[in-house]
């Protein structure tokens, strides 16, 4: 087994908690800004409820939105859910305006009619959209 194959599987296997701290360290490493993990329990793999899952403040003073998922069936559907959360005033405080990006990282896989419609969504409301699968 390739070992692209291999971190593939390890990745598919984790818990919730699991993925989302590696993926807020990844976000961490990309040096977007600070990250704060609103949906993450210090010390413990475990996910909370909080929307959205990751903020990041940027220099300028907007923000990213980070959101993760290891669902595997339903994956269009969840992502929709959580845009409609992450650009809902009344649960996450912050303006539409305000959010420079949306980004989502998960676990399965999107073809290429979803990836557009998901881009629709976040394009009405001026805000970009970067999906991170683990299938590059």
Known sequence: ??????IQKALIEMSGGEF????????????LGRVNSIGSVIAANKVKTGTPDTLITTPDGNYVFAEHTTQQSGLLNKIR????????ESKTGVPVG??????????GELDPGEEN???EVCQEKGVNLDLCSINF
Do not use: P, W
Request: a negative charge; proline letters at 0%.
């Open 1 to 6: 087994m390739s070992k692209i194959n291999q």
């Open 20 to 31: 989302q701290k590696l993926a807020d360290a990844y976000l961490a490493e990309k040096g």
């Open 81 to 88: 859910a959580d845009l409609d959360k992450c650009f809902d």
């Open 98 to 107: 305000r959010i420079e990006r949306v980004i989502f990282c998960f676990t």
């Open 117 to 119: 419609e998901l881009a």
